[in-house]
């Protein structure tokens, strides 16, 4: 009897249960993705987060999606991301920035195909979503302090060191009930050893 071939891991792999495709388009809706790259590309350098931060935004107009915050790590990437008042499409939006910063640096097999998402139902839950992403570096052993690690952002953290993400001047900022909608969080932790990470692939 021949024996099987084990079949890779990407074969067996089930997706978990995935939400209606309006959660990911409804106007205001907030949105943690997570990619990663395939081995062995290296993403924490100046010219992929640049051309990352290119991406996003470029992408972000064509398809009604803003930038709060991102981290990038040598192998994957954190963004936190809210659809416009009118709407957007995240799911486009995810596939418009990896195929474009992948271009962008000349790698063709740079990401993993699909997503992780993570789906903020409350300020509170933004707030934890960004003080996770913001300390993964300190997590993984990068860096001592979040503020200290060169390739992660937030618009409501002037002490973090990324390249930011602009906002075009002919858009407002988004706004929720009077207040700017990415007000996450004065002091972020260095992340919650237990933050909750309930996530879904897409």
């Given at each position: 009897?021949?024996?099987?071939?084990?079949r890779?891991?990407?074969e067996?792999r089930q997706?978990p249960?995935?939400?209606?495709?309006?959660?990911?388009?409804a106007?205001?809706?907030?949105?943690?993705?997570?990619?990663r790259?395939?081995?062995p590309n290296r993403?924490?350098?100046?010219?992929?987060v640049?051309?990352l931060?290119?991406a996003?935004t470029?992408?972000?107009?064509?398809?009604?999606?803003?930038v709060g915050?991102y981290?990038v790590m040598?192998?994957h990437v954190?963004i936190?991301v809210m659809?416009?008042s009118q709407?957007?499409d995240?799911?486009?939006?995810?596939r418009?920035?990896k195929?474009?910063?992948?271009?962008?640096v000349?790698?063709?097999?740079?990401?993993q195909?699909s997503f992780?998402?993570?789906?903020a139902?409350?300020?509170?839950?933004t707030t934890?979503?960004?003080?996770y992403l913001?300390?993964?570096?300190v997590?993984?052993g990068l860096?001592?302090?979040w503020?200290?690690?060169?390739?992660?952002?937030?618009c409501?953290h002037p002490a973090s060191?990324g390249p930011?993400v602009?906002?075009?001047?002919?858009?407002?900022r988004?706004?929720r009930?009077?207040?700017?909608?990415?007000?996450v969080c004065?002091?972020?932790?260095?992340?919650?050893?237990g933050?909750?990470d309930?996530q879904s692939e897409?």
């Open positions: 009897m021949r024996p099987q071939r084990a890779p891991r990407h067996t997706h249960a995935r939400l209606g495709s309006e959660s990911y388009t106007p205001g809706a907030r949105v943690s993705i997570t990619f790259a395939l081995s993403l924490d350098t100046p010219s992929f640049h051309a931060v290119g996003m470029r992408a972000g107009l064509r398809h009604g999606v803003s915050a981290c040598p192998d954190h936190l659809t416009g709407g957007g995240i799911t486009w939006w995810v418009v920035v195929r474009e910063t992948a271009r962008a000349g790698v063709r097999a740079l990401f195909r992780w998402d993570r789906h139902r409350s300020d509170e839950d934890t979503i960004v003080e913001l300390g993964n570096p997590r993984a860096c001592v302090g503020h200290d690690w060169p390739w992660s952002w937030s409501d060191k930011p602009p906002w075009e001047p002919d858009r407002e988004p706004q009930d009077g207040a700017a909608a990415w007000s004065d002091h972020p932790a260095d992340g919650p050893a933050a909750a309930r897409r």
